[in-house]
């Protein structure tokens, strides 16, 4: 079994920064493609970023492209959501997600496991 448990959330001003970080236990991590998407209130879970097995391969939602960073580290069975410059619309519970298929993924149906959220809240 599959668990997932982020850490890292917070309050912020704006302008400053955060890392998340998400530790998976139970399956060997490095052949998990993992996740970071994002679900502020009232509205619907958004892709953040993915990252694939051996961490060579990236993606990141527009919004948030060039003001965070997706790391892992594979021997400390980590994934990690550095996040700079925030603005309160970064304002969101934010979870990782393992998916067990290659390939990376901005599809959070084709993610099977998902941690329980961390909160981060940016004031203006």
């Known amino acids: 079994q599959v668990q ?16 998340l970080s998400c530790v998976l236990s139970g399956r060997p ?43 892992r580290d594979n021997a400390k069975n980590t994934v990690y959501l550095q996040m700079n410059s925030l603005t309160p619309e970064d304002t969101a519970d934010y979870y990782c997600a393992a998916k067990p298929t290659y390939g990376l993924s901005e599809f959070y149906y084709e993610y099977n496991n998902w941690g329980q959220g961390t909160q981060v809240t940016v004031s203006s």
């Open 29 to 71: 991590f490095e052949n998990w493609f993992m996740g970071w998407f994002r679900q502020a209130p009232g509205k619907e879970r958004e892709f953040v970023s993915a990252i694939s097995g051996s961490g060579s391969n990236t993606r990141y939602a527009g919004s948030v492209k060039g003001r965070f960073t997706i790391s």
């Open 4 to 19: 997932l448990v982020e850490s890292g959330g917070g309050l912020v001003q704006a302008g400053g920064s955060l890392r």
